[in-house]
């Protein structure tokens, strides 16, 4: 029987995987894309893109709502944050130079809902019982 796997994109994970952008490696987002996967996506990364959007450190096409509207009806299981997760979250230990308050939710929602986490930041490894992977 295939094995089925559960991820959580991070933030830059997802705008790559959207966007069909090259920074997203090829193997990566056969992954993905493969049906014995169930990709979430939480709504803290839709936080983040609009921080990134309201900063002018993102541009999307055509805009923000658009973009939101496509990832919500593209086949992502969308994540909440739940109490739980804002428990686990403040319980994290502090690692250093890694105090990302989007990435430390995410890794917050990853633990708890024993998810795997995709992302390129090698700083994850940091992170005891957290399951994390790139290409």
């Known amino acids: ?7 959580l994109l991070d933030t830059h994970t997802l705008v790559w995987y959207a966007d069909g952008a090259p920074q997203l490696p090829r193997a990566l987002k056969q992954w993905l894309d493969d049906e ?3 990709c979430y996506v939480s709504v803290v990364s839709f936080w983040e893109v609009a921080t990134l959007v309201s900063l002018n450190r993102l541009a999307l096409v055509p805009d923000l709502a658009t973009w939101l509207a496509n990832i919500r009806g593209g086949g992502f299981a969308v994540l909440p944050i739940e109490d739980v997760h804002l428990l686990r979250y403040a319980a994290l ?9 989007f990435d430390r939710l995410l890794i917050a929602q990853a633990l708890t809902d024993d998810l795997t986490l995709v992302s390129r930041d090698g700083k994850f490894r940091d992170y005891t019982g957290l399951k994390w992977q790139w290409a």
Not at 1 to 7: D, G, I, L, S, Y
Not at 96 to 101: I, T
């Open 93 to 101: 230990p502090q690692v250093k130079d890694h105090r990302g308050p």
């Open 1 to 7: 029987m295939p094995v089925r796997v559960a991820v």
């Open 36 to 38: 014995r996967t169930t």
